[in-house]
């Protein structure tokens, strides 16, 4: 079974700073991979997804992730913050299967001050 | 804006009230999801409709009850919930249906629910 660790609950940046959100996970088949970020008050947007290719991706807002498979991760990288980055954000896998469903990190709180 | 639109925003409801929330999808999307997201936790997903079908229950007391009546639209039914039923109930599609498992998904800004 697949398993989703983000292994920094809460992480304070000043603006303009660079930021890594850290994602690791296991699963015993080929797996997709998506980091979803959620606003005060929304629900939840997708920033970028792994699904093949290039290990690295680029998504919205400058946001990008690398995918490492010999070290099963997926970290989130921003070179430049700005303070409404500040946000909840969400690591996620799917394994390479049918009749499974997306599983959820716990969450990485970034909060970015001036 | 998002395009995936929930109703009510907000809902407080006694713990013998019925009620529902409303889901709606008009991107042709053919899987809809119902999560429960609790303060500072990941959504848990809770059912998945595939081509107006369920395909998954996550093992949900049946004091929830969701209804697609059609591939645009998906309900929650609630009755006779626990005031540790309060959360954030969002609601997600994709494009593909349940079975593809890389199409991302596309969420609500939920219905915030507290139980009385």
């Known amino acids: 079974a697949q398993s989703v660790t983000q292994l920094d609950s809460q992480v304070p940046v000043f603006e303009e700073a660079p930021v890594e959100l850290r994602c690791n996970y296991s699963s015993s088949v080929s797996v997709y991979l998506f980091w979803y970020v959620q606003y005060p008050n929304q629900g939840l947007q997708l920033l970028l997804k792994y699904l093949s290719g290039s290990t690295l991706v680029k998504g919205i807002n400058g946001f990008e992730a690398e995918f490492n498979k010999s070290q099963t991760s997926f970290h989130l990288r921003k070179p430049s913050v700005h303070i409404s980055d500040t946000a909840e954000y969400f690591c996620?896998?799917?394994?390479?299967?049918?009749?499974?469903?997306?599983?959820f990190g716990k969450g990485t709180t970034l909060s970015v001050s001036s | 804006d998002t395009e995936v639109t929930q109703t009510p925003k907000h809902l407080v409801m006694g713990m013998t009230n019925k009620k529902s929330l409303k889901c709606e999808q008009h991107?042709?999307?053919?899987?809809m999801y119902w999560y429960k997201q609790k303060a500072k936790k990941p959504p848990e997903l809770m059912f998945v409709y595939s081509y107006e079908k369920l395909s998954i229950n996550e093992s949900v007391p049946s004091r929830f009850s969701p209804e697609c009546p059609n591939s645009s639209l998906l309900n929650l039914h609630l009755h006779a919930l626990q005031p540790e039923d309060s959360a954030l109930y969002l609601c997600?599609?994709?494009?593909?249906?349940?079975?593809?498992?890389?199409?991302?998904?596309?969420f609500g800004n939920g219905t915030r629910l507290t139980v009385t």
């Open positions: 991107m042709g999307h053919r899987a």
């Open positions: 997600a599609s994709s494009q593909e249906g349940a079975s593809s498992y890389n199409s991302p998904l596309h």
């Open positions: 996620a896998v799917s394994e390479d299967q049918a009749g499974t469903a997306l599983i």
